[in-house]
């Protein structure tokens, strides 16, 4: 499945894609590569906790507009309902 990022999504991901990790020359028991290499991924788990926000935001707005069109329709029912009892108790 492809995902299209919205506006907010690509901007919360830019950061992760412009930063390079440096640790040429480097060993891996190297005190200053494994600073860098966490902060890389602190900095990518700040970015998906931004866009899980982003999409609670998204689904809490969907839920809304949901339940704001089920009270409009139970709305018209309970006046096609009335009008129908209408025409029944006043032919």
């Known amino acids: 499945m492809i995902n299209k990022y919205s506006k907010q999504e690509t901007e919360v ?3 992760l894609t412009h930063t390079k990790i440096d640790i040429k020359g480097k060993g891996t028991a190297d005190l200053e590569a494994q600073i860098e290499i966490l ?10 906790i931004d866009i899980k926000e ?15 069109e089920i009270g409009s329709l ?13 025409l029944y108790k006043y032919p």
Do not use: G, W
Request: glycine letters at 0%; proline letters at 2%; a positive charge.
């Open 39 to 48: 902060k890389k991924e602190v900095d990518t788990l700040k970015s998906v």
């Open 74 to 86: 139970r709305k018209v029912i309970r006046e096609k309902n009335k009008l129908i009892d209408d």
């Open 54 to 68: 982003l999409e609670i935001d998204k689904e809490k707005k969907a839920k809304e507009l949901f339940f704001k």
């Open 13 to 15: 991901l830019k950061p």
